[in-house]
């Protein structure tokens, strides 16, 4: 049996009820709740923070809504997470992409363990301190590697010897943002603050590609990464914005200031602008505006940022009837969120934004 798509927060009912949350008609909120859990709620090897029972969870701590019943269907889908993570390090292989990542992995989990309530729940600190050990080295092949380095490919293409996915959805720059969100409010483990520094370290050098292969490492000159899409998910603006993050968890001003440069240089570059081809959060117009105002927001010259936030909300505004899906990461529901501003319930927090 397939699971309920219903559940999935990227574009089924439970990604359409965040609109009506953040606006606080929770009457439209609750068919669609009702709808995402008649077929019953994923607890299996593909819940994740979009999808099951942590996507419920996510949505219901929106609403102010904790449901006991629920964070322990949580509690065990993570606590199963982190075991095949300990497996798998201790049989010295290289991770893939969804066991850390924010869409499908610990990441994401991370990150709806952060929106709990009261104190930081000991499960939140063990996704930490697995997501510290990715900054350790990884040897393969007679090849010293990032600890981050996966076998799998972001998408259906083959990638010969395996890869260093860079971005917010998929890559390092997720797990850093977590580590960096948690260390801004006091939760810290061992080896923290140092990891943070090793993954800010590599997206400085490497985060304009969207993944770094075997190639890149090996090739005698550095590569220049051609004008790529400044999206959230992949792309100057989620890791400008990760990187702002890691540098205030970490009170490096200069590192702060550098990231907020290379926002400004994505937003005002027609190169990179040109290629945003629709108004979604995951990867146009929406993310785009989500981001920028975030990066604002958290900069001490904000008023840098007022001509492109004036410019990209224009473009999402156009675009929003444009989009063919419904919901929330490539839909109207993102979009319309993100064009409306609001962030009263912390939907943002699904994006590692805030």
Same mark, same amino acid.
């Given at each position: 049996?397939?699971?309920? %798509?219903?559940?999935? &927060? $990227? =574009?089924?009912? @439970?990604? +359409?009820? *965040?609109?009506?949350?953040?606006?606080?008609? #929770?009457?439209?909120?609750?068919?669609?709740?009702?709808?995402?859990?008649?077929?019953?709620?994923?607890?299996?090897?593909?819940?994740?923070?979009?999808?099951?029972?942590?996507?419920?969870?996510?949505?219901?701590?929106?609403?102010?809504?904790?449901?006991?019943?629920?964070?322990?269907?949580?509690?065990?889908?993570?606590?199963?997470?982190?075991?095949?993570?300990?497996?798998?390090?201790?049989?010295? %292989?290289?991770?893939? &992409? $969804? =066991?850390?990542? @924010?869409? +499908?992995? *610990?990441?994401?989990?991370?990150?709806?363990? #952060?929106?709990?309530?009261?104190?930081?729940?000991?499960?939140?600190?063990?996704?930490?301190?697995?997501?510290?050990?990715?900054?350790?080295?990884?040897?393969?092949?007679?090849?010293?590697?990032?600890?981050?380095?996966?076998?799998?490919?972001?998408?259906?293409?083959?990638?010969?010897?395996?890869?260093?996915?860079?971005?917010?959805?998929?890559?390092?720059?997720?797990?850093?943002?977590?580590?960096?969100?948690?260390?801004?409010?006091?939760?810290?483990?061992?080896?923290?603050?140092?990891?943070?520094?090793?993954?800010?370290?590599?997206?400085?050098?490497?985060?304009?590609?969207?993944?770094?292969?075997?190639?890149?490492?090996?090739?005698?000159?550095?590569?220049?990464?051609?004008?790529?899409?400044?999206?959230?998910?992949?792309?100057?603006?989620?890791?400008?914005?990760?990187?702002?993050?890691?540098?205030?968890?970490?009170?490096?001003?200069?590192?702060?200031?550098?990231?907020?440069?290379?926002?400004?240089?994505?937003?005002?570059?027609?190169?990179?602008?040109?290629?945003?081809?629709?108004?979604?959060?995951?990867?146009?117009?929406?993310?785009?505006?989500?981001?920028?105002?975030?990066?604002?927001?958290?900069?001490?010259?904000?008023?840098?940022?007022?001509?492109?936030?004036?410019?990209?909300?224009?473009?999402?505004?156009?675009?929003?009837?444009?989009?063919?899906?419904?919901?929330?990461?490539?839909?109207?529901?993102?979009?319309?969120?993100?064009?409306?501003?609001?962030?009263?319930?912390?939907?943002?927090?699904?994006?590692?934004?805030?």
């Amino acid at each position: 049996m397939s699971p309920p %798509r219903t559940q999935a &927060l $990227a =574009e089924g009912a @439970l990604g +359409r009820a *965040l609109l009506h949350i953040e606006r606080g008609n #929770l009457a439209a909120a609750r068919p669609l709740l009702a709808e995402a859990v008649v077929g019953g709620v994923s607890t299996g090897s593909n819940a994740s923070l979009f999808h099951g029972a942590p996507a419920l969870e996510f949505v219901l701590g929106r609403a102010g809504y904790a449901d006991r019943t629920v964070q322990a269907a949580v509690d065990h889908v993570v606590a199963a997470r982190l075991a095949a993570a300990r497996r798998r390090r201790e049989s010295a %292989r290289l991770p893939m &992409l $969804a =066991e850390f990542d @924010l869409i +499908r992995g *610990l990441t994401g989990l991370g990150a709806l363990l #952060l929106t709990r309530a009261g104190s930081p729940p000991p499960l939140l600190q063990e996704v930490l301190a697995h997501l510290v050990t990715l900054a350790v080295p990884a040897e393969t092949d007679a090849r010293v590697l990032p600890g981050w380095w996966s076998p799998d490919s972001p998408g259906h293409q083959e990638i010969a010897g395996g890869h260093a996915n860079n971005g917010v959805a998929h890559g390092i720059a997720g797990p850093l943002a977590l580590l960096s969100l948690a260390a801004r409010r006091g939760i810290l483990v061992e080896g923290q603050l140092e990891a943070i520094e090793t993954f800010a370290t590599w997206l400085e050098e490497f985060g304009a590609s969207y993944w770094i292969t075997l190639d890149h490492l090996l090739a005698a000159e550095p590569q220049q990464a051609p004008p790529l899409r400044p999206s959230w998910c992949y792309g100057d603006l989620g890791i400008a914005r990760t990187l702002q993050l890691a540098a205030l968890a970490l009170d490096d001003d200069a590192r702060r200031q550098k990231a907020e440069e290379l926002a400004i240089a994505a937003l005002t570059d027609s190169a990179r602008l040109d290629r945003v081809t629709d108004a979604s959060l995951c990867h146009g117009w929406a993310g785009l505006l989500t981001v920028t105002t975030a990066i604002a927001a958290d900069s001490s010259t904000p008023d840098r940022f007022t001509d492109p936030i004036w410019q990209t909300r224009q473009r999402l505004a156009g675009g929003i009837a444009d989009l063919p899906k419904p919901g929330f990461l490539e839909g109207r529901a993102g979009a319309v969120l993100a064009l409306e501003g609001s962030n009263m319930t912390g939907w943002t927090r699904a994006l590692l934004i805030h």
